[in-house]
């Protein structure tokens, strides 16, 4: 082959979308496997090392040596091809996935792909050398006896377990911890010289000092102590450290900080627009603490003028300080019952940057024209100095607005008119929101009211008022314009996307309907409106609750990225988070853009780029995953504390999820969940049936299915594992034969046969 040919194209501008990732991990990092195989691909035939290592400048003896071993690497797990020339060419498994595990208390796992597609499952053997949430590059294996995708590691790209909390354990000379996360299910061995201290039973952090390998368990060092189980406040100390959840502020912060007062110093108020007049009000819980927005409204010939003023967080949080990466490693603030991590320093989470009334305050301000049927004309944003004229509640604004309160409205009579527009604006876009489609889910939370000693009094419901839906419609509002505008100018920007349903969760949803003899309409691909329309016509249905479960788990999660995917749920084609930058990271990035906007510069001016944009999206996304892990512990913590002292108290409830080996119940008056194990309900074989979510009754046809009442017993609470067993008492409309024994007879036989029936063939103790 000549010289000529052998030249390649020039690809320099390739940028690594995981070079922070190859940073982190090599001192001197290399180009990513995922960009070799960019390059390659691009260049459209096979390329010798050489060329390769030209093309990305490596020019250093360590670093042609690390290309060597990483394309050596890459042809051993398939990705590429050295052939007979001494070039590279791609491999037959290229297409890795990459993506976060997943792990499983039984030793099995799953790979959750970073693409939105269906999770792959992973073998107790490729689990041996992972942990929960790492994250790994992979390809496809094989198909398991049940049809799942399975996976075969080709590379740990990211180690995301750094320590782990558990109780500490020493039998003979060995001692280890057993983790408090479920999910991680290698206990963590620790050599004498590295207890702590610690004495046996105690709940004990463990510093990850040697990852897990094929053939060897994780090795730590315990480096706190933090007491037995039982102690009040535990539940939390254990998640902040079993998630690594940052919650000391760095000193280089605190600094930072220092020179901060609590008022808004006379020059930062120059050159915005002065709104302190107009009579703008915040609205939130009764227990807030930091207040994000305000909103106002005010009515014109042809509809309304709506102002949502957001805190200007941008202006104290600048880029690359101290603070901004504190705030970006956060991402997110904590909320756990009675306790916050605050994603900010409280100086600004509920202090300069909290919308207090009666006080000056820097905010950003959508400004939006409405019309009279609810549609918005036009926008714009800017900078502002606002002064908050009252700080609301939900349960307020409800009892004025809907309930007719009188005497509350006397104490409120100036703002009384700016309210009342308020809540026409709400009506008329609540109608445009239902036209189009966006889905409102009649989902039930919950708050823990604790007692003396932190102990739970009780658990009660939050009642979902007009008020709270106000403001939600108002700050959608709000942060659909931020997105519009981002797009306008071309911003590279974080936006909030929430993928429709998958072909396998699609087609599992129409199974279970066309049970019912209900019809989603949309094909292949139904629209929120399809969802909606669905909904309405099952309305009345005893199964509405059920049928609207099934909806609700066929959707995906919603993630931050830079791709304009549209947000399935809202019926939106592009939304961003723009309304709470004191407690979330991308709406601090999305004002960021949105002031660099104002300021008449350039997207290339930015101090974010696109693949930058990428990184953080998947940073933030983690980030608010972990954060939302780490509450949910403490909940079920909690509620299991609460239930101790209840074995064997009855209780009403409703199925909440069936599995192969039983059925969840959640107890109607105090929410909490436990569960009815198969082999508790006597005398009969139980066949899961996973497309009508259902155990059922081979020789009674008996069956209980997802949103059956029931009565339930309970008879175990299992502090260490969060667990608690219930025993089935009574069932109302669940346990019913479906149809007489012939019937069930036929309906069993069927499913037998059926190679897409799901079997647990477990008999129940008589």
């Known amino acids: 082959m000549t010289e000529h040919n052998d030249q390649v194209t020039d690809f320099k501008h390739l940028e690594d979308p995981h070079a922070q990732r190859e940073a982190e991990k090599y001192e001197n990092p290399i180009p990513s496997r995922e960009l070799i195989l960019q390059l390659i691909e691009q260049a459209g035939k096979p390329l010798r090392r050489q060329q390769?290592?030209?093309?990305?400048?490596?020019?250093?003896p360590d670093a042609l040596e690390a290309l060597r071993r990483r394309l050596r690497a890459m042809e051993r797990d398939g990705q590429l091809v050295f052939n007979s020339r001494q070039k590279y060419s791609l491999g037959d498994g290229h297409n890795t996935i990459a993506g976060r595990v997943l792990g499983h208390?039984?030793?099995?796992?799953?790979?959750?792909?970073?693409?939105?597609?269906?999770?792959?499952f992973l073998s107790p053997r490729e689990m041996k050398p992972l942990m929960h949430n790492d994250r790994v590059i992979a390809r496809v294996s094989g198909i398991d006896r049940k049809g799942r995708r399975e996976a075969a590691v080709v590379e740990v790209s990211e180690r995301n377990t750094h320590q782990v909390v558990g109780r500490f354990f020493v039998e003979g000379r060995a001692a280890y911890v057993v983790p408090d996360n479920k999910k991680i299910v290698h206990e963590v061995l620790i050599a004498k010289e590295d207890t702590g201290g610690a004495k046996k039973g105690q709940i004990v952090v463990a510093e990850i000092i040697q990852q897990p390998t094929a053939h060897c368990q994780p090795i730590g060092r315990v480096t706190e102590v933090l007491g037995m189980h039982m102690a009040p406040g535990m539940e939390i100390e254990m998640a902040i450290r079993a998630y690594e959840l940052p919650n000391q502020w760095p000193d280089a912060l605190l600094e930072e900080i220092q020179s901060l007062t609590p008022e808004v110093p006379e020059q930062a108020k120059q050159g915005r627009e002065d709104i302190r007049h107009l009579p703008l009000v915040t609205i939130d819980g009764e227990d807030a603490r930091d207040f994000d927005d305000a909103v106002y409204a005010?009515?014109?010939?042809?509809?309304?003028?709506?102002?949502?003023?957001i805190a200007d967080v941008s202006h104290y949080v600048q880029v690359d300080t101290a603070l901004d990466e504190e705030a970006k490693n956060r991402s997110t603030s904590v909320y756990f019952p009675e306790k916050v991590i605050p994603m900010l320093?409280?100086?600004?989470?509920?202090?300069?940057?909290?919308?207090?009334?009666?006080?000056?305050?820097?905010?950003?301000v959508c400004e939006l024209v409405i019309n009279q049927e609810g549609?918005?004309?036009r926008s714009r944003f800017y900078e502002a100095v606002m002064r908050s004229h009252a700080r609301l509640t939900y349960t307020q604004v409800a009892k004025m607005l809907v309930d007719g309160d009188q005497e509350l409205a006397k104490k409120y009579v100036e703002l009384m008119p700016h309210l009342e527009n308020l809540y026409g604006l709400y009506k008329v876009m609540r109608h445009q929101r239902e036209l189009r489609g966006a889905m409102d889910f009649d989902t039930q939370e919950t708050r823990i009211v604790f007692g003396a000693g932190r102990k739970i009094a009780e658990i009660v419901p939050l009642v979902r008022n007009d008020a709270h839906k106000l403001i939600e419609e108002f700050m959608i509002t709000a942060n659909t314009a931020a997105a519009k505008f981002l797009n306008r100018k071309k911003m590279p920007r974080l936006l909030r996307i929430h993928d429709g349903p998958g072909a396998e969760k699609l087609l599992a949803l129409k199974t279970f309907l066309g049970e019912l003899g209900l019809f989603l309409g949309g094909g292949a691909q139904p629209t929120p409106l399809d969802y909606m329309h669905l909904l309405e016509s099952v309305k009345d249905r005893k199964d509405a609750h059920l049928i609207q479960t099934i909806l609700l788990r066929s959707m995906s999660q919603a993630v931050y990225s830079p791709d304009t995917k549209g947000h399935f749920g809202l019926a939106l084609e592009a939304y961003a988070h723009f309304t709470s930058p004191i407690r979330r990271y991308p709406d601090l990035l999305v004002h960021r853009a949105i002031r660099h906007c104002l300021a008449g510069k350039k997207p290339s001016e930015f101090h974010y780029s696109h693949p930058d944009m990428v990184v953080l999206g998947e940073h933030c996304s983690a980030n608010e995953r972990r954060a939302d892990d780490a509450t949910r512990d403490v909940v079920t913590w909690l509620k299991c504390e609460y239930m101790m002292d209840k074995i064997g108290e009855e209780f009403d409830g409703v199925i909440s999820a069936v599995t192969g080996f039983g059925f969840f119940v959640e107890l109607q008056a105090i929410y909490v969940e436990g569960l009815v194990h198969i082999a508790s309900l006597h005398g009969d074989y139980y066949e899961f049936d996973a497309g009508r979510h259902q155990l059922h009754g081979e020789r009674t046809g008996v069956r209980y299915r997802l949103g059956d009442l029931v009565k339930v017993r309970v008879v175990r609470v299992v502090l260490d594992d969060k667990k608690i067993d219930f025993e089935l008492v009574q069932a109302s409309n669940a346990g019913k034969k479906a149809g007489n024994k012939s019937d069930a007879k036929k309906k069993t036989d069927k499913a037998k046969a059926s190679k897409t029936a799901s079997k647990s063939r477990r008999r129940g103790r008589s």
């Open 52 to 60: 390769i290592a030209q093309q990305f400048g490596l020019e250093t």
């Open 105 to 120: 208390p039984e030793g099995f796992g799953f790979l959750k792909p970073d693409d939105g597609s269906d999770d792959l």
């Open 298 to 309: 005010q009515k014109t010939a042809k509809g309304w003028k709506l102002l949502v003023a």
């Open 345 to 364: 320093p409280e100086i600004l989470s509920n202090g300069l940057c909290s919308l207090n009334p009666e006080v000056d305050r820097l905010c950003m």
């Open 375 to 377: 549609n918005v004309l």
